[in-house]
């Protein structure tokens, strides 16, 4: 059975420094991997997605994942963080091909101090 | 380009009492449909998806229940709600495989 584990349920980092949310998952082969952003209130986002190839992928507002297979990881970076990022992210996974399966972290919540 | 939509945004309900949320898609057609359900502090809880008109696929077993009526047209009910029934609900719809896009979510409060 496939899972996901959000070490972080809660970071706070300064406005202007880096972030790294890590992303640690279970599953036999390799997934779909993926980074979503709720804000507050609203519904979710998509970050970026992983589905094959370059291991790196890039996604909107500045953000970036690292698929590492031999970690089982999918961590989530930005370099400089704006006031703007703080939200809640979720790691998810899930099998290719098939959307039903979907299985998401728990969630790391940001805060952003000036 | 493909919207979805949730109504209503907020709902405050007494234990017992009916409910109805409903979500559509503007934009697509035949979309995957799927409601979720987010707890505070915890993760998304997928609790129905639906392939097609009138398919409906239940994850869990609880008290809540979904229809499609219509190919953009999701519905979650239940007859009779319980305090563990509140939190955040999400439906989402999926055109590719893969791509799973989320409404605005209702918040669901059970007095």
């Known amino acids: 059975a496939q899972s996901v584990t959000q070490p972080d349920i809660h970071i706070t980092v300064s406005e202007g420094a880096s972030l790294e949310l890590r992303c640690n998952y279970s599953y036999g082969a390799t997934p779909y991997l993926f980074w979503y952003v709720q804000s507050p209130g609203q519904g979710l986002q998509l970050l970026l997605k992983y589905f094959s190839g370059d291991t790196l992928v890039q996604g909107i507002k500045g953000f970036e994942a690292e698929f590492k297979r031999s970690q089982s990881s999918f961590n989530l970076r930005k370099p400089s963080v704006h006031w703007s990022d703080a939200a809640e992210y979720f790691c998810a996974v899930g099998p290719p091909l098939n959307d039903y399966k979907l299985s998401f972290g728990a969630g790391t919540t940001v805060t952003v101090r000036a | 380009s493909q919207t979805i939509h949730q109504w209503p945004a907020t709902l405050v309900q007494p234990v017992g009492s009916p409910l109805s949320l409903e979500c559509t898609v503007e934009g697509t057609s035949n979309p995957n449909l799927y409601w979720y359900r987010q707890a505070a502090g915890r993760g998304l809880q997928l609790l129905f998806y639906s392939v097609g008109i009138g398919q409906i696929s239940s994850e869990v077993p609880q008290n809540l229940s979904a229809s499609r009526p219509q190919d953009r047209q999701f519905i979650l009910s239940s007859k009779k709600l319980l305090l563990s029934d509140s939190g955040f609900y999400l439906c989402?719809?999926?055109?590719?495989?893969?791509?799973?896009?989320f409404g605005p979510g209702t918040r669901l409060t059970v007095l």
């Open positions: 989402a719809w999926t055109g590719a495989p893969g791509l799973k896009f």
